[in-house]
């Protein structure tokens, strides 16, 4: 369930997505209760991210064997991208301060 703000990535268009610039990939699945306590909190924050940054979701249901290339057992996980390198990783239920920062900090080292 992506938005305006918060774009879908799948297997196919994964790689494209998180080769370039910061990215926050939240793995989740729709029958996970706490996929569905963080999927409001990206919505709100989504729209506060720096500029150039891109917020996404992958249904880990769907895209298993990308879930698996980035050691993903429990979900949510959310996972900071820069240029295709994982740069921070989190597991469970994050606040929208915790993932802006996160992402704040991976723009300013670039």
């Known amino acids: 369930m992506a938005s305006k703000n ?5 297997a196919t268009n994964f790689a494209s997505v998180v080769g370039k610039g910061v ?6 699945a729709p029958w996970c209760g706490p996929c569905r306590m963080q999927g409001p909190i990206l919505e709100e924050m989504a729209g506060r991210v720096p500029a150039g ?14 879930a698996a290339r980035f050691g993903v057992q429990s979900i949510p996980t959310l996972i900071v991208f820069r240029d295709g390198k994982i740069v921070q990783h989190f597991v469970g239920v994050q606040t929208a301060s915790t993932l802006l920062r996160a992402l704040e900090d991976a723009v300013a080292t670039v």
């Open 53 to 66: 940054t891109v917020v996404a979701k992958l249904n880990v249901d769907e895209a298993g064997a990308v």
């Open 6 to 10: 918060v774009q879908e990535v799948n």
């Open 23 to 28: 990215v926050l990939v939240d793995f989740w």
